[in-house]
């Protein structure tokens, strides 16, 4: 039953992750008064994309060619181990923070060589931004992970979510609360999203994300478009899950159980994905040089929760 709720996991975040940009995309439309083009437009724009020829600009070698998939595959694979859907799964034994940030890096590396492959300004400023931002974001990651797995005793992803099962209470603690709030802005910081990015904008100063990709089209476009919504879609998942895990399958659930579970965190990631698309209308994107300032708040917020999470536990012990 373990393989049957890692492959509903893939499953969910391969469907859903276009519908949750789709939904995002409909709340800041009709929050700005506009109609909006429907939950469904992401998968209507990535079935026009696959259908185009595909391109590949003068000069570039294998790593722009490469880069969408490996983008794609690492974000799927952290779908495979990260506990959406159910806790125990057959790649358990290694998912823990220090894979699933790993694996983050690698596709976003991926991603800036392939800027940096095309020989383009616009390239070459992006992927400057892109690795400035990913190497505030990933320390702050495992410090506000580190802080959950204290008091579990385990930086086993799966032991977190069953130890915040059995205790309850402890999500509530200053800690945990320092933890979220780092854990919110560094998912917003990963995923490219408002204030620390903009993925609607195409101006060339305010660019991260965008620049990079600019020398895409056709299928490799649709396969990075596809691999950023997974990755919104596995983190918001993974927030949820270490926050508020009610709803995920046992190690050894039933179909029921494993049905419950996608039905539970498909709600829990369309609340999340709705409270950032309702933020992101009242935000403005920050000024490039602001980001990191608001990144090593993240990094120093990330600090103080590791801090207070060992002196209660100190105290408990």
Do not use: C
Request: hydrophobic content about 60%; cysteine-free.
């Amino acid at each position: 039953m373990s393989y049957l709720a890692g492959a509903a996991q893939i499953g969910l975040v391969m469907v859903g992750a276009p519908l949750v940009i789709g939904l995002m995309r409909q709340v800041r439309a009709r929050s700005e008064g506009r109609s909006g083009g429907g939950v469904l437009q992401p998968w209507r724009d990535l079935r026009k994309q696959l259908g185009k020829q595909l391109l590949r600009p003068r000069g570039t070698t294998v790593v722009f060619a490469a880069a969408p998939a490996v983008v794609a595959g690492t974000s799927l694979l952290i779908a495979a181990i990260v506990p959406i859907v159910a806790v125990g799964s057959p790649l358990d034994p290694v998912a823990d923070m220090f894979a699933v940030v790993g694996l983050l890096f690698l596709g976003t590396v991926a991603l800036v060589l392939a800027g940096i492959d095309t020989g383009t300004s616009f390239g070459g400023m992006g992927a400057s931004r892109e690795i400035t931002i990913a190497a505030l974001v990933e320390p702050t990651i495992l410090l506000a992970v580190f802080a959950l797995s204290i008091p579990a005793g385990s930086a086993n992803l799966g032991a977190l979510v069953a130890h915040t099962l059995e205790h309850p209470g402890q999500v509530a603690s200053l800690a945990g609360l320092l933890a979220f709030v780092a854990l919110v802005i560094v998912i917003i910081a990963e995923t490219g999203r408002l204030p620390v990015d903009n993925p609607a904008t195409h101006l060339e100063l305010t660019m991260v994300h965008e620049a990079m990709v600019l020398e895409y089209a056709g299928p490799r476009l649709a396969l990075v478009e596809w691999a950023a919504g997974m990755r919104l879609t596995v983190l918001l998942a993974l927030l949820a899950n270490l926050f508020l895990p009610w709803g995920i399958a046992g190690a050894d659930a039933g179909l029921l159980a494993v049905a419950l579970g996608i039905v539970a965190v498909a709600a829990k990631v369309a609340v999340l994905a709705l409270g950032l698309a309702i933020g992101e209308v009242f935000l403005a994107k920050l000024r490039l040089f602001r980001v990191p300032e608001l990144l090593a708040g993240s990094f120093l917020l990330a600090l103080l929760a590791v801090t207070a999470a060992n002196f209660f536990s100190t105290r408990a012990g």
